[in-house]
């Protein structure tokens, strides 16, 4: 699923070290950093409820990188 990055979405990853960052698209630094998903989602709603909330679906694709996103 291609998702526009456009202000009023919120995207969710998982780091290097298994904490979840909530970010703005094309930002350099997270706007929260939770412990788990769950946390970092409810975060998300929190800092914007009108916005929509995409998870990094961490898996291997065919192009080699984890960059599909599902909405919450």
Do not use: C
Not at 19 to 28: G, L, M, T
Not at 30 to 45: D, L, M, P, Y
């Amino acid at each position: 699923m291609a998702v526009k990055k456009d202000s009023n979405n919120l995207f969710i990853e998982r780091r290097d070290d298994n904490k979840y960052v909530v970010r703005k698209a094309n930002s350099e630094r997270a706007s929260a950093v939770t412990n788990t998903q769950g946390e970092a989602i409810e975060r998300a709603k929190q800092l914007n409820p009108d916005a929509a909330v995409h998870v990094e679906r961490v898996r291997t694709t065919t192009g080699g990188k984890p960059d599909k996103w599902r909405k919450v």
